[in-house]
């Protein structure tokens, strides 16, 4: 098991897409854990620097890179011995902050209420790293739980250049914040490497996400990268010490639901031996269903189901 960092750059990232024919900027094997440092934001939402650690790498990033969506995506990352219809088993080990202020944006025509704003608006929100709140506006102190919005691999080469805001079966944009420090999220592999990116640092996000952003910042990621060739899920899943997750995107938000659902039926099957009939009925009984986030184009939806409900 070997140990990496990757340090974001003009070099090491790319912004606002997923793409097979992006080069990756690190290679490891199965087993190694990775060090993976991000930056968020288009220069307008950057505070005075006077008074905010701006990360240094940010600058050179807006200078030099051209945005095909909004999230400044570290990596790829290619895990050596994954290949297409395996899983990569994603163990998050920590996230923490890089910097002591973020962001939060409301756009028109954007977000769960498109037409209740004529105007943008933007507030930088300070963050405290030792006590681990936000400051917001009115004063209130909101604690942080930070995780990454963006966790995603390459989608098949006939995708094409892939935008980062809707998420898909590759993962991206889950915003998913039951994927914090301890958990493992699950990504079906669909080109060789995987070439796994992260960004879209969030501070604190409430389930739905529904202004559009939460509160946007620079995070660290520590992963461990594990090849899976015994899993052959074909749609993202999570697990988290005491429960495990599955999920469903699409514009439709009924679809989701439904989509997560049959995943979680699925996993109960496979955990368990249980007949479809018997895992719906536990579903209902004990699976709990999430609005993951209403803004990415494509809705989510995921099932939490506590694990303790799986011993037969």
């Keep these: 098991m070997a140990k990496h960092h990757l340090e974001p750059s003009v070099e090491t990232c790319h912004w606002g897409t997923f793409d097979a024919s992006i080069a990756p900027v690190l290679r490891v094997a199965s087993g190694d854990i990775v060090t993976i440092d991000t930056v968020t934001g288009s220069p307008d939402v950057v505070p005075d620097p006077t008074k905010f650690h701006v990360p240094p790498a940010l600058a050179d990033i807006h200078a030099k890179l051209t945005p095909f969506g909004p ?33 939060n944006l409301i756009l028109p025509l954007l ?16 963050l405290d790293r030792e006590r681990n709140v936000g400051l917001m506006p009115w004063g209130y102190e909101l604690p942080l739980h930070p995780f990454f919005g963006v966790m995603g691999v390459a989608p098949p080469k006939g995708w094409g250049k892939m935008t980062s805001v809707a998420p898909q079966a590759t993962g991206g944009n889950l915003d998913n914040k039951e994927l914090t420090a301890g958990t493992t999220l699950y990504l079906p592999v669909f080109v060789e490497g995987g070439l796994f990116s992260c960004g879209d640092g969030h501070g604190a996000q409430g389930d739905g996400e529904v202004c559009i952003t939460a509160i946007e910042t620079a995070l660290r990621g520590t992963f461990e990268f594990i090849v899976r060739d015994d899993l052959t899920y074909t749609y993202p899943r999570g697990e988290t010490p005491t429960h495990y997750i599955t999920m469903g995107m699409d514009p439709d938000l009924d679809q989701c639901a439904v989509k997560a659902l049959r995943e979680m039926i699925a996993l109960i099957g496979e955990k368990t031996g249980l007949s479809h009939a018997d895992a719906y009925m536990l579903c209902s009984l004990a699976g709990d269903l999430h609005i993951t986030q209403t803004v990415n184009g494509s809705k989510g939806v995921h099932m939490m189901m506590d694990k303790k409900h799986l011993k037969v």
């Design 71 to 103: 999230h400044i995506l570290t990596g790829p990352v290619f895990v050596e011995g994954a290949k297409p219809g395996n899983v990569l088993e994603i163990r998050i080990h920590d996230v923490s902050l890089l910097q002591d202020w973020g962001f």
């Design 111 to 126: 977000g769960t209420l498109p037409y209740d704003y004529d105007e943008p608006r933007k507030v930088n929100i300070p």
